[in-house]
Every structure is written in C-alpha cells, then in structure tokens.
C-alpha cells in the first residue's frame, strides 16, 4: 500500500541549531513528495514540494530532496528559529484513475525551537 | 494566488443541533474539494472528496448521512455536520485543486468545531 512514515515528535532544538526531520514511504508507481507546516490553530501550508527523483524543493531555509533508491524525503533547515516551531507534515500524492492526486500524510512531528 | 478560505472559523453547539461548514477557493475554480478531520496532535484523516456537481466520495468508516457535502459550485463546498454529538468535535479542514494544479491541494485554515 501507500504510506508515508516520520520520526516521532516533539522535536526540542535550540535556536541555530540545525534540523532534521526524518520522512520515508512507500508508494506504488511515481508519488510527487510534499512538506506541509502547521502552525498553532491554523489549517495547513505547502512548504515545498518534489514531483520526480533527485529533485531538490526548497522555501524559507528548508529544504528535501527526494531519493528514490532510499524512498525518502527528510527535511532540513540548517539555522532554526523560534517562528518556526510548528508541526510539520509529510506527504505524498498518488495519483488514482480519473479522480487525479489524494494526498496521504505522515502522522505530523512537532517541533518546539527555543531561544 | 490559490486562496482558500473557510467559514467559520470556529463554532460551539449543542448536542443534536446541525452546523454547516463553507469551503471557498477565492481566487480560482476547483475542480475538486477534499474534506478532512483532525483530532489534537494527529494527522489529517480524509473524510471525503468532492467534484463540482457529482456526489461527494466517501471514504470508508465516513458516514455519509452523518457528514453531508456538496460542491454546487467551482468556487463552493459544504460540509454539514447533522445532528451533532460531543464526539464529533473536531478541526476540520478543507483543501481544493484546480484544473492547472493536478497534483497539488491548496488548504483552508480549518474550523474548530465544539460539540457541548
């Protein structure tokens, strides 16, 4: 089946410190790649997006690639700051016969950056 | 660009009362409309996926006559909670895509529902 996989939050760093969140997932045919952030009480936003293998999406300081030969697409950001604690969502499309893409998201990782 | 937007934003009441939900995509017309549900610190649930004028696709365990939505227009979708209960209190969030965005969803801010 389709899923998609992340480290288990919250994640506690100290500001400038540098980020990792983990994301893996497994897919049948050629997903497109997606972070989603969260912020308290808000709906979500597209933090950036890879739609083939190698590519590189990156906004705001973060940045994901996608590899394919390890089905993944860790996020990084190499300074974090204190507006960037959020929840932060992997996701995948996959694209389903005349209904076009249905994202399935990771169960979210929390991060808490403070001063 | 690719704007949506929810109304309300959040809404208390009782136990057995109906609430209505509007999902607006403000800035271009979407072809499809997804409704989802989250309960605090998890991940978004897909409860159904809506195309303009055809009925609304539910996923399984969704109950449709618990959870009515329509998208009469290309700007418009609904979710109508009927006879509301405290366990369905949830944030539920819509998203839309358009024609010129095929695997891409765009998402509202989210509508705190409180059941009493």
């Known amino acids: 089946g389709n899923s998609v996989t992340q480290m288990e939050g919250p994640v506690t760093l100290s500001e400038e410190a540098f980020l990792t969140i983990n994301c893996t997932y497994t897919?049948?045919?050629?997903?497109?790649l997606f972070w989603y952030v969260q912020y308290p009480g808000e709906g979500l936003q597209l933090l950036l997006k890879?739609?083939?293998?190698?590519d590189k999406g990156s906004n705001k300081g973060f940045e994901a690639t996608y590899r394919k030969e390890t089905t993944s697409f860790h996020l990084e950001k190499g300074s974090v700051q204190v507006s960037d604690s959020a929840v932060y969502f992997c996701?995948?499309?996959?694209?389903?016969?005349?209904?076009?893409?249905?994202?399935?998201f990771g169960q979210g990782t929390e991060l808490s950056v403070k001063p | 660009g690719a704007v949506v937007s929810q109304h309300p934003s959040w809404v208390i009441c009782k136990s057995g009362t109906s609430v209505k939900i509007e999902c607006r995509s403000l800035?271009?017309?979407?072809?499809?409309m997804f409704w989802y549900r989250q309960f605090p610190k998890q991940s978004l649930m897909l409860m159904a996926t809506?195309?303009?004028?055809?009925?609304?696709?539910?996923e399984q365990g969704v109950e449709k006559d618990k959870f009515l939505i329509n998208h009469a227009s290309l700007t418009l979708s609904t979710l109508t909670v009927t006879s509301a209960h405290p366990e369905d209190s949830s944030f539920y969030i819509c998203?839309?895509?358009?024609?010129?965005?095929?695997?891409?969803?765009?998402f509202g801010p989210g509508t705190r529902l409180t059941v009493l």
């Open positions: 809506s195309n303009e004028g055809s009925k609304a696709t539910y």
């Open positions: 897919a049948t045919g050629y997903p497109s």
């Open positions: 890879a739609t083939k293998a190698d």
């Open positions: 800035d271009f017309q979407a072809t499809t």
């Open positions: 998203s839309a895509r358009g024609r010129r965005s095929y695997n891409e969803q765009f």
């Open positions: 996701a995948l499309t996959i694209m389903i016969y005349n209904q076009g893409g249905k994202l399935i």
